[in-house]
T-cell receptor
């Protein structure tokens, strides 16, 4: 089955700096890659996703890049703010047309934005 | 529109007992996923139900089981509870179809003493 590795496990950046979280996946057929943010005591929520027919996607201060050849994808957060502090999970899934699929999550990255 | 709801919010059980956790998906969602999140660890996949059938299960012992009802709600049962089963159990649901977002419930915090 799919295996997703995520690095680093913890990341501390100063407010205003950029943060990058990297994930690799094992199943070359995977074609959907969402990122979830989980604030302390709250449920994980989708912040951005990318599909395998796209190499990069941006949403304000957040961007995700995908390298299908190398089987890795990354989350980039620019101009970090204290409210970006949370645990971030990457995930991968294989989604045959017309059916749902199982998300395999990475182990998570605890991002701490310091003042 | 109501989100994914889970009950109970907290559950305390004694080692060896059974626990039943419940999940109601968002209306229209047919897929329900269960994940275990132990303290300080990531999201470990437990079970996936779609259209009433178990589609996949993670690397957990058979004492973790569940089912999905005709209204797409789901139950997770954990038999012969062990101390290491203490964790946050998250349910997520999604629309049928390729590459759709999974929405999470708030979780059930299971404590085994």
């Amino acid at each position: 089955g799919e295996n997703v590795e995520q690095h680093p496990s913890t990341l501390s950046v100063q407010e205003g700096d950029s943060a990058v979280i990297k994930c690799t996946y094992s199943d070359s057929a995977s074609n959907y890659f969402p990122w979830y943010k989980q604030e302390l005591g709250k449920r994980p929520q989708l912040i951005i996703d990318i599909r395998s027919n796209v190499g990069e996607k941006k949403d304000q201060r957040i961007a995700v890049t995908l390298n299908k050849t190398a089987k890795h994808f990354s989350l980039h957060i620019t101009e970090t703010q204290p409210e970006d502090s949370a645990v971030y999970f990457c995930a991968a899934s294989l989604t045959p047309t017309g059916t749902a699929s199982k998300l395999t999550f990475g182990t998570g990255t605890r991002l701490q934005v310091t003042l | 529109e109501a989100g994914v709801t889970q009950s109970p919010t907290h559950l305390i059980k004694t080692r060896g007992q059974q626990a039943t956790l419940r999940c109601s998906p968002i209306s229209g969602h047919t897929s329900v996923y269960w994940y275990q999140q132990a303290l300080g660890l990531g999201l470990q996949f437990l079970l996936w139900y779609d259209e009433g059938e178990e589609r996949n299960r993670g690397n957990f012992p058979p004492r973790f089981s569940g089912r999905q009802f005709p209204n797409y709600s789901s139950e997770l049962n954990v038999n012969a509870l062990e101390l290491e089963d203490s964790a946050l159990y998250l349910c997520a649901s999604s629309w049928p179809g390729a590459g759709t977002e999974a929405f999470f419930g708030q979780g059930t915090r299971l404590t085994v003493v």
